[in-house]
Structures are given as structure tokens and as C-alpha cells.
């Protein structure tokens, strides 16, 4: 069966300071991955996502960034954080198709000070 | 691009009663409609969907019912207990997925 996975969990971090959040998925290949941000008590806001390796599509300008080094990895980053960065960033897997269910990870939440 | 509307935002009910939470989504297309739970500090999870070829589905107390005419579903729940308390989140599905604000639920004991 599929697993995924993030890491940290949790991170606090200053305003300015870099970021850098995994995403893995395991049990299955060439997933679509995605990554949101739901803010405090907020919907589901897409950043992006990848269809393949290298694959990257933004939903959102901002300061952040995507990678997909590996099949089943995807990394979030930026090189200096904002206030406004704060928030539970969720991964995502799916296996695409004509209909696109999508299965969560369980989350980083990031506190910027 | 499709857009989806979801209400109300918060619903309270008491435990034993049901509940609706009802979208309209914009692009008659759309093929594909999940609905999530996402209880505190929790990861989204999927609950229960539907397609496009069919009217309505059940699973236990959920239900989802689908009118394609006027583009919109809906997520029944029944004999709500404490433990529904959660952001519930629909989604509709064209060429990405597209989720609703979320709705708060409420299952007052």
C-alpha cells in the first residue's frame, strides 16, 4: 500500500532564515505530488504541483519554490522566509488520470517569528 | 477555470441529527467529486466520492448525492455523533483538483 510521509513535523523558524520541507511517497511510481498551504482556520490553498521528475507547475507566485529530485520525492523551499509564510504545508499524492484522487501527508507546521 | 462554493461555513448540530453541507462548482465538465474530513491538526481525509455517471452514493451514515443539471452535490450525514466534529472539505475535478472553503461542523452532545 502507499505511504507518505514529511518532515519536520513541526519547525519554527525567523523571519529571513531559509526553509527546506520533504515530501516521500512510497508504494507506488510516477505520482502526481502536490504541495498546499492552509493557513490558521483556512481552506486549502495549491502551490504546486508535479506530474514527473523535474516537473514543476506554480499555482501561486510568492517566495517559495518546488523540486522533484526523484520520482517519489518532492521538496518545498525558500530562501528567506516571511510572516506570511506561516502555516501547515501538506503534501500530496495522486495517481492522475481522469479523476484525481488525492491523499494527503501529515503535515509540517511552520511558525514563522 | 472551474471554481467551487461550499456552505454554509459553520453548521452546529446536536448530536442524533443530520447534516448537509452543499457545493456548486462552475464548469460542467468536471468529472470528479471527493469529499474530506480534516479533524484538528490533522492531515485532509478522503471520506467519500463521487463520479459524474452516478447520482448518488453511500457509505454507512455519509451519502453524497450529485445533480448534474445544477452543478452541485451534496455530503449527508446522519446520526451525527461528537467524533464528526471536523473541517469538511468538497472538491471537484476537471483538469486539477479544486477544493471549497470548508465547512466547521459542530455535533453538539
Known amino acids: 500500500s502507499q505511504t507518505i510521509h514529511q518532515w519536520p513535523a513541526t519547525l519554527v523558524q525567523p523571519v529571513g532564515s531559509p526553509l527546506s520541507l520533504e515530501c516521500t511517497v512510497e508504494?507506488?511510481?510516477?505520482?502526481?505530488l502536490y504541495w498546499y498551504r492552509q493557513a490558521a482556520g483556512r481552506g486549502l490553498q495549491l502551490l504546486f504541483y508535479?506530474?514527473?521528475?523535474?516537473?514543476i507547475s506554480s499555482e501561486v507566485p510568492q517566495n517559495l519554490s518546488a523540486s522533484r529530485p526523484q520520482d517519489r520525492q518532492f521538496i518545498l523551499s525558500s530562501k528567506k522566509l516571511l510572516l506570511s509564510d506561516s502555516g501547515f504545508y501538506l503534501c500530496?499524492?495522486?495517481?492522475?488520470?481522469?479523476?484525481?484522487?488525492?491523499?494527503f501527508g501529515p503535515g509540517t507546521r511552520l511558525t514563522v517569528l | 477555470g472551474e471554481n467551487v462554493e461550499q456552505h454554509p461555513s459553520t453548521l452546529s448540530v446536536q448530536e442524533g441529527d443530520s447534516a448537509v453541507i452543499k457545493c456548486t462548482y462552475s464548469?460542467?465538465?468536471?468529472?470528479?467529486f471527493p469529499w474530506y474530513k480534516q479533524e484538528l491538526g490533522k492531515r485532509p481525509q478522503l471520506i467519500i466520492d463521487i463520479r459524474s455517471n452516478v447520482g448518488e452514493k453511500k457509505d454507512q451514515r455519509i451519502a453524497v448525492t450529485l445533480n448534474k443539471t445544477a452543478k452541485h452535490f451534496s455530503l449527508h450525514i446522519t446520526e451525527t455523533q461528537p467524533e464528526d466534529s471536523a473541517v469538511y472539505f468538497c472538491?471537484?475535478?476537471?483538469?486539477?483538483?479544486?477544493f471549497g472553503a470548508g465547512t466547521i461542523l459542530r455535533v453538539k452532545s
Open positions: 500530496a499524492w495522486s495517481l492522475g488520470g481522469s479523476t484525481d484522487t488525492q491523499y
Open positions: 508535479s506530474v514527473g521528475i523535474g516537473q
Open positions: 464548469d460542467s465538465a468536471s468529472n470528479y
Open positions: 472538491a471537484a475535478f476537471l483538469n486539477k483538483l479544486v
Open positions: 508504494g507506488t511510481s510516477n505520482p502526481n
